[in-house]
């Protein structure tokens, strides 16, 4: 049996770069070479080599967790966002449905429901053989919400809007939802984590009890290596900010993540151009580490639904992942490329750096910041300098009878969807 090493000579440092000045054809070498995206503040080198790269020994499961929680595999929950504007029984049947056809996790809100139509909403559930977070609104959502969770072995959250739930979502995938970027996203999730864990701490909750009642949901932006870097960022700084406060138990600086993709870069004029782009995006969130997955129908926010054809292709790509491309069975697959390892770096500096000015009270200049982003993601699109098939090049050229809703409001102004909010002429 030969020796891989031996048959095959390891190019060097200079091999490369003159193979690469060769292939740019006359190109900068230095301009090229850097990967620079303002609209993410953030910029990084196109090539690396393991003689001039160094990698911290680092394992999954140990350490800042920056390569995850887990340390037997990769796998995560499908989610399926049940529409909250649907009757009770309407509710029940999209669940229903969703778990016959792949999801593992449900999203449920029991709104304004009386204590019966929350009972039909969770009608034939199997929540022991799932996981769920139900959003109460009063006492007695919360005590039925209760009595569910408890036949459960912490399968089963329950959030509040009002205080009433122990258990917090960090909801900072409003800041991509309203044309901010991942480094604003992952520095106001860290800041309102910290809020609220400080506060938990100060209300007589220990730390480790503090830590286990929040979890947060991020959205999945377009841009792949830089999606996959920031949930392993998130992981890293959360552990640190958890360590400060002493924590008895280790996993209590385990950071539980959710992500959902977004509709910023959506088409619903291209439709199917949104499969791609979805199936990118789950991966970069499977690669990444999250513990829950939700990619969301590409049409829910047009006016014109097919919700059993786009919800099934929704769970399908999670499913496809997993069941046909594996990416379950291994931990932390990206861990060690030298381009992920130094965007996660680099990410990691500008997170820190933002976090820091919203600790020290710079909300107000945060906002600010954020929709200055959203100005120059649609001048982008406008000027056509971001590319988006289907929105602003290559038209289809088949008519598609659809539109968007109108802009739903978020704590940052209104959310972004590039197709109804930049004028393009194609």
């Known amino acids: 049996m030969s020796d891989f090493f031996k048959d095959f000579t390891i190019p060097s440092l200079k091999d490369w770069q003159a193979k690469i000045t060769k292939d740019l054809k006359g190109k900068d070498f230095e301009e090229s070479m850097t990967n620079n995206y303002p609209l993410e503040e953030i910029s990084y080198n196109a090539n690396y080599h393991y003689s001039t790269s160094q990698v911290e020994e680092e394992y999954p499961g140990t350490g800042d967790y920056k390569r995850g929680g887990r340390f037997d595999q990769n796998s995560w929950e499908i ?4 529409p909250s504007d649907l009757d009770a ?3 029940n049947t999209y669940a229903l449905n969703a778990l016959m056809k792949g999801n593992t996790a449900l999203r449920l809100d029991f709104g304004n429901f009386s204590l019966e139509e929350c009972k039909t909403v969770v009608e034939n559930i199997g929540f022991e053989h799932i996981h769920a977070f139900i959003t109460v609104n009063n006492e007695e959502q919360f005590s039925f919400a209760q009595e569910i969770a408890n036949q459960t072995e912490n399968k089963v959250r329950i959030l509040s809007k009002n205080s009433v739930a122990k258990n917090i979502c960090i909801d900072a995938r409003e800041v991509l939802v309203s044309g901010g970027n991942s480094t604003q996203e992952i520095a106001y999730a860290l800041h309102r984590g910290h809020e609220e ?3 938990l701490i100060e209300n007589g909750v220990s730390v480790d009890n503090a830590a ?4 947060f949901k991020l959205g999945i932006g377009n841009l792949y290596f830089l999606e996959i870097a920031k949930f392993r960022v998130l992981r890293k700084l959360w552990s640190f900010i958890v360590e400060q406060y002493q924590p008895e138990h280790a996993c209590s600086k385990v950071a539980t993540i959710e992500a959902q993709s977004i509709d910023v870069n959506k088409s619903v004029k291209d439709p199917y151009t ?4 979805l199936t990118t995006e789950c991966l970069s969130a499977a690669v990444g580490g999250a513990d829950f997955i939700v990619v969301r ?3 829910q926010r047009a006016t014109q639904k097919r919700p059993e054809f786009t919800q099934r292709m929704a769970n399908n790509i999670s499913l496809i992942l997993k ?3 594996y990416i379950d069975k291994v931990i932390d697959p990206a861990g060690g490329a030298y381009a992920l390892e130094a965007i996660t770096e680099v990410l990691e500096k500008n997170v820190w750096k933002r976090f820091q000015a919203l600790e020290n009270g710079e909300m107000d200049t945060f906002v600010a910041d954020v929709n200055a982003i959203r100005a120059q993601r649609i001048a982008s699109v406008e000027a056509k300098k971001n590319t988006l098939i289907g929105i602003n090049k290559f038209p289809n050229i088949t008519d598609e009878d659809n539109t968007w809703q109108a802009a739903e409001k978020t704590v940052f102004g209104s959310e972004l969807i590039l197709e109804r909010d930049a004028k393009v002429e194609l």
Do not use: F, G, W
């Not at 949104?274 to 782009?277: D, H, I, S, V, W």
């Open 212 to 215: 286990a009642c929040i979890h």
């Open 323 to 325: 069941e046909e491309s």
């Open 297 to 299: 129908p590409y049409d």
């Open 79 to 82: 989610m399926a966002e049940v």
């Open 274 to 277: 949104n499969l791609l782009r």
């Open 197 to 199: 864990l400080h506060l």
């Open 89 to 91: 029984k309407a509710q």
